[in-house]
């Protein structure tokens, strides 16, 4: 297939200063769990993306200085000559692949708590550190300026022999101390770097100047700026000091890479935002600068991409999440399979990694940070050797994932859904409110399904064991799912409570296939959240919305904590108080009558007591592993019926996140045929000592 001409554009070079990319495709600095202590894996996932056709590619934020220590975080590292080695494999990784490669230089300020090297953090006045370590940061004296500029200096020139052709100056995220110097809120100083708009711009001035002047001949020279900060007056605000910034800086840099701050809003799901979301805060840069300007938005339709080109708003597509969920978007556009493009569900648990200090997972792409331990590719699959059929039961995430990459190396490939319609968990989970995308999931698998000739899919198609015997398919995954319990048995109360039964329990299984009439009781509905993530949330609003009066009760001290990893906690306690769902902190389950429901103080014994009609609770799940215990009561048919393998996978295996279930219908995929070790680690490890030890022989 060849490229739609409408898409030229997309594919036209734009010059960068000194340097030229060869098409507007620009993985903009993104982290990866990987950084400085997993440096092979990290140099293999920044070369997928050049491979797969970004013309930039980018590494997350480089601390420049052991005063900028993010520890635990796998950031990269540009601390001092040592850790060349593992940026020169980042460099040779994406250049092997005509891509530019671009660092993002930072000190972190006030940001960081520098655990690891025990420097006092360093801002522009005496202030507390923004994590929640009992540090302070010290207000930096002239010395300190100095050394500042010397250590950006430095790192731009160690940046330039590691290879990068990029040399970002980051003022984002209020990750930064260049952001915390032109932050009224951060910057109360009385000297030069005080005060007024200029003094506060002065060290970024100087040093925009002395890295022109270290690296500017060869590298070009990128400032990735907080537009707005959503903070209104009290933050910077594309209207005021962030239009400001950009118009007294406008020519300096030969690219701006321009976005919202801090993270959580520059990377909003698609539960709080839509395609494109940026453009309001962004689409003043071009009017004021004529230096190529990338910005993001979670862009995973072409015509989005040109239409954003058109309206003069970006030169250049900037993208973190829709690089990870398809890293070959750029050749898929190119080569005119638009179909093909596995679109991010901008659901967030690829963030979720760098928030736990572990390389990166995505709901999409299953083998994004497995392309050096395991070997993945995102589109290539070793074809089986000699593939015999396999019979995979359940069209949710995991069957669907298996089904699919099982056909893509090749095998015959039979897959039966009892349900009448494919997804399983996704087709239920994208009806709840701001979820409509996560049907991605399914949808790119059975699109890709459906073009295979060895795949046959069946709905309405319940199997029993007695079938799969009779079938007779040498190879049988069954991905049959879960159920959510409903006896209050979880993380709080590991044994179930007799008492719930006391009053009406509605399952959040009911509710998924339902929707709010499942709780037919009049009352008010109690959502209890052991599960501490998405589900109960989701639940709760759609039940507000229906007009229920709805009480949220959860053991933890916030609404959804683990929902901080995805960066959606803050928005998603605000969208349960704007809809009226009153929140009930610290409190278990402690007994039951029909319309009152007990709840106990989780650290002292007071008891206080809450209506409810109706307890929904969200606790822990349990896989539907029925047809896996027939089969398995009858392996001794097995060979006779021609059953050479039987696995489990997804959430009948271990219910968990979607992401888990995708991840284990890939896996099956790759080794249905292969007698698993079970004593061996099943991937290449890495550490930064075994890179140094290959660079020194
Ligand atoms: P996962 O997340 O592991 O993919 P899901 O719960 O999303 O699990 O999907 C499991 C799917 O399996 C559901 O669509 C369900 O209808 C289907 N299923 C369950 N039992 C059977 C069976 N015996 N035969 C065919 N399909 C089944
Ligand atoms: Fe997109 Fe979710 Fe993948 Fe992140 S994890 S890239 S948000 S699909």
């Not at 951060?186 to 030069?192: I, P, V």
């Not at 989005?304 to 999440?321: C, E, H, P, T």
């Amino acid at each position: 297939m060849s490229r739609d001409p409408r898409f030229d554009i997309l594919f036209e070079p734009v010059r960068i200063g000194p340097v030229t990319a060869r098409n507007r495709f620009y993985q903009v600095p993104h982290c990866s769990g990987m950084g400085y202590r997993y440096p092979n894996a990290e140099a293999q996932l920044r070369g997928m993306k050049a491979e797969g056709g970004w013309a930039v590619v980018s590494t997350q934020e480089a601390e420049i200085h052991p005063t900028s220590d993010l520890t635990p975080a796998n950031e990269a590292r540009l601390w001092d000559e040592g850790d060349l080695p593992a940026l020169a494999a980042v460099t040779d990784s994406i250049h092997a692949h005509g891509s530019l490669a671009a660092i993002q230089l930072v000190h972190n300020g006030l940001h960081v708590a520098n655990r690891f090297s025990r420097m006092i953090p360093l801002a522009p006045s005496h202030v507390i550190s923004d994590c929640l370590d009992p540090v302070q940061a010290r207000a930096m004296d002239k010395t300190d300026i100095a050394d500042m500029r010397r250590w950006y200096r430095n790192a731009a020139l160690r940046a330039k022999k590691a290879g990068f052709d990029i040399i970002y100056l980051y003022a984002g995220h209020d990750m930064s101390v260049l952001q915390h110097f032109l932050s009224r809120r951060h910057n109360d100083r009385t000297d030069e770097y005080g005060g007024s708009f200029e003094n506060r711009l002065r060290l970024f001035r100087e040093i925009i100047d002395d890295t022109r002047e270290a690296v500017g001949d060869s590298c070009a020279l990128a400032i990735r700026l907080a537009v707005d900060e959503l903070l209104g007056p009290s933050g910077i605000t594309c209207e005021g000091e962030g239009k400001d910034i950009v118009t007294a800086l406008a020519e300096l840099p030969d690219l701006w890479d321009v976005n919202l701050s801090g993270w959580s809003n520059d990377s909003q799901t698609a539960r709080f935002s839509g395609e494109g979301f940026q453009e309001p805060y962004i689409r003043f840069v071009k009017s004021v600068t004529t230096k190529p300007v990338v910005g993001v938005g979670r862009y995973t339709s072409p015509d989005s991409m040109v239409r954003a080109i058109r309206q003069g708003i970006l030169d250049f597509i900037g993208a973190a999440r829709p690089s990870i969920a398809d890293p070959y978007l750029p050749k898929k556009i190119e080569e005119g399979r638009i179909d093909d493009i596995r679109e991010c569900i901008g659901c967030n648990i690829c963030t979720s990694g760098d928030n736990t200090n572990v390389p990166m997972r995505c709901t999409q792409n299953p083998t994004i940070g497995e392309e050096w331990r395991k070997g993945w590719h995102p589109e290539i699959i070793p074809a089986a050797a000699a593939p015999e059929p396999a019979l995979v039961i359940g069209g949710g995430p995991a069957g669907l994932e298996a089904a699919r990459a099982l056909a893509q190396r090749g095998v015959d490939v039979l897959l039966a859904e009892g349900g009448s319609e494919w997804g399983g968990r996704v087709a239920r989970e994208c009806r709840l409110p701001g979820l409509a995308t996560w049907g991605r999931v399914r949808d790119w698998r059975v699109g890709q399904l459906s073009v295979r000739p060895n795949a046959e899919l069946y709905l309405h198609s319940p199997l029993s064991a007695e079938d799969v015997l009779q079938y007779g398919i040498p190879h049988v995954a069954i991905a049959t799912g879960a159920r959510w319990r409903t006896d209050g048995a979880g993380r709080t109360h590991r044994r179930p409570l007799a008492f719930l039964a006391e009053g009406a329990v509605v399952s959040p299984d009911a509710i998924l296939s339902a929707g709010a009439e499942a709780v037919s009781a009049d009352g008010p509905v109690v959502v209890f959240d052991d599960d501490c993530f998405y589900m109960a949330s989701v639940l709760a609003e759609l039940l507000a919305r229906a007009g229920r009066a709805v009480t949220f009760v959860t053991p933890e001290a916030q609404v959804s904590p683990w929902s901080q990893h995805t960066l959606e906690q803050g928005r998603v306690q605000k969208r349960l108080i704007e809809v009226g769902v009153r929140i009930v902190t610290a409190k278990a389950l402690a007994g039951r009558t029909k319309d009152r429901l007990d709840l106990a103080c989780i650290y002292s014994d007071r008891i206080e007591t809450v209506d409810c009609a109706t307890l929904v609770p969200v606790t822990a799940r349990l896989p539907d592993e029925t047809l896996w215990l027939e089969l398995k009561a009858r392996e001794a048919e097995w060979a006779d019926a021609g059953i050479r393998s039987v696995t489990r996978l997804g959430d009948c295996l271990a219910p968990g996140l979607i992401a888990a279930a995708v991840y284990s219908g890939h896996q099956y995929a790759c080794s249905y045929q292969t007698e698993i070790d079970r004593d061996a680690v099943p991937f290449r490890r890495g550490d930064i000592a075994r890179l140094y030890e290959r660079h020194a022989s």
